[in-house]
């Protein structure tokens, strides 16, 4: 006959014992916190967007908004990406609004300066960061008659001329 105590018959379910709920909890504690920390970065890399965005210089914003406005500028080369059908397209710049004409089809788009690098790449006058319709974009004033539009997140770059 087997020798049971009265030990062995009142032991409970692994699942009721305290050692496995710490346990749970230290694991759900790590996990909420990952979380949290996802989403402190999202907050944090959206405050320095709004940083960027009031740091632009006044003075260089108001020169590069009338270089902008100065006339119309035609895309003379597409100088890469799949957007072949741009070039001949004609950009006119005006009060936070791009309006391009190719073939026919007019599109007005709504733009935001976000920010300005003097000299960026060495040899221009400015580059500036663009938002055109809530995409990232970029600008970069060549000479006076020439700038360099990296559109669509680099999935173009167009040389545009007046």
Not at 105 to 113: A, G, L, R, S
């Amino acid at each position: 006959m087997e020798n049971t105590t009265s030990a062995d018959n009142n032991q409970k379910p692994w699942f009721k014992k305290w050692w496995v709920w710490v346990i749970i909890l230290v694991v759900l504690g790590q996990i909420f916190k990952k979380d949290d920390s996802s989403a402190n970065e999202n907050q944090s890399s959206e405050q320095s967007e709004n940083q960027v965005k009031t740091s632009v210089n006044p003075q260089h914003l108001s020169e590069l908004n009338e270089y902008l406005q100065r006339g119309q500028w035609t895309c003379t080369n597409v100088e890469s990406g799949t957007a072949p059908f741009m070039k001949g397209a004609t950009f006119i710049f005006s009060n936070n609004t791009m309006i391009v004409s190719s073939g026919g089809t007019t599109v007005e788009n709504n733009i935001e300066i976000t920010g300005i690098l003097p000299n960026v790449p060495e040899g221009s006058k400015y580059s500036a960061l663009i938002t055109i319709n809530k995409n990232k974009d970029m600008l970069t004033w060549i000479d006076e008659n020439l700038m360099v539009l990296s559109w669509g997140g680099d999935k173009a770059k167009l040389r545009l001329q007046r």
